[in-house]
DNA sequence: GTCTATATTAAGATAGAC
DNA sequence: GTCTATCTTAATATAGAC
């Protein structure tokens, strides 16, 4: 049974992502579906559904597509952080640059989107973060503000850096900000008050 | 006598900042521009070659409009980054996080531009990160590397900052993450060997 | 549930009068 | 150099047969 809502959901999440909202349109998703009439149109009621279905989408699978892979390639609480990074990575450059984040590309392109498309992208970056915060527990980094705080830096960077390379389609500029990230991380995690586990800098 | 083209410009480059590329039509800028007809053909050959007098205009306005009125705001070197930085939080909290850096919308928003479109929205990049170096070299940072790193960062971190906040519409990421580059700058500088001016990382 | 056909709107772009 | 009018294309969306 070929499930077309799926299939519909997973072409377009891809095409989305790889040229954008608005420079995708519903007769190419069709096209790349294979499904040739308005059949979209008996799943979803416009195309700002079919983006929120693919931004549910996304949150659904943060874990299993983006974390799962990067935490099995390392134990190591704080490795597992740079892993995800370098999931991000990978995706530039196997796409030349077309592929950065989804979640930042729709952030920055829909800047007045409906209260449904808004509320996915908050919940995705929530999401993200959150796991993100979770590595940093696991390498002993008591304050919970200070995790929160680092794991934003971490989405800061990676999508700073993901702008900057898709912009000089290169990969300095991502690498050189995750190296940075590295450092800082470093600096502030060697500064952390062994006893209390509490950060120094107030900031 | 109405420099019509200028006129042109200054319109689309305002909507193109607050809208998108693709979310602007000419007939919106005809409109917002007062100017009735197909006009925008006498001087401009298609939509990109708009956006490309746009690029052009952000370049050669970037000391007068956005380094002036920071630089202007004190004279210490280091508190200039901020605020340049400072500047794009102003534009973020009066739009309503519709208007963050311009050429980063351009950047994600267009992964399929033609050259001309890319290679100015890399000089954009490259002018922006050189007045940033030039307040580093100011500070007494005398490592030109480590100058142009700090200046990548400060794009880095203002680019992801204003992304977040455009998705959360507030500006507590921004603040945030431009804290947080804050803090890595303090203690950069405050390990660089006063002897020779190298910075101690390695990164 | 999927198709063909089409309505409707709006986009980028052009022609030609003035 | 600016206008009206229009061409062409393509977008979102709908109707209705099968």
């Given at each position: 049974?070929?499930d ?13 992502y790889?040229?954008?909202?608005h ?16 059949s ?9 559904a ?102 934003r ?6 999508e ?40 120094v800098?107030?900031?």
């Open positions: 049974m070929p077309t809502r799926k299939t519909i959901v997973d072409t377009a999440r891809a095409l989305f790889e040229r954008g909202y420079a995708t349109s519903l007769a190419q998703i069709q096209k790349a579906c294979g499904v040739n009439g308005g979209i149109y008996h799943f979803f009621k416009s195309k700002e079919l983006l929120i279905a693919v931004l549910e989408n996304y949150l659904k699978q943060l874990e299993a597509e983006v974390m799962a892979p990067a935490f099995a390639t390392t134990e190591n609480p704080r490795e597992r952080v740079f892993a995800v990074l370098d999931g991000y990575r990978r995706m530039l450059v196997e796409s030349e640059f077309a592929a950065g984040c989804p979640i930042g590309n729709l952030a920055l392109e829909l800047p007045d989107a409906g209260p449904e498309v808004r509320q996915l992208i908050e919940s995705n970056f929530d999401a993200w973060c959150g796991f993100i915060a979770d590595c940093f527990e696991g390498a002993h980094v008591a304050d919970g503000e200070t995790r929160a705080r680092l794991a830096l971490a989405l800061t960077v990676m700073g850096g993901i702008l900057q390379a898709r912009g000089r389609r290169s990969i300095g500029p991502f690498d050189e900000a995750v190296d940075q990230f590295r450092d800082y991380v470093d600096r502030v995690l060697d500064s952390v008050d062994e006893v209390d586990g509490h950060a800098p107030s900031g």
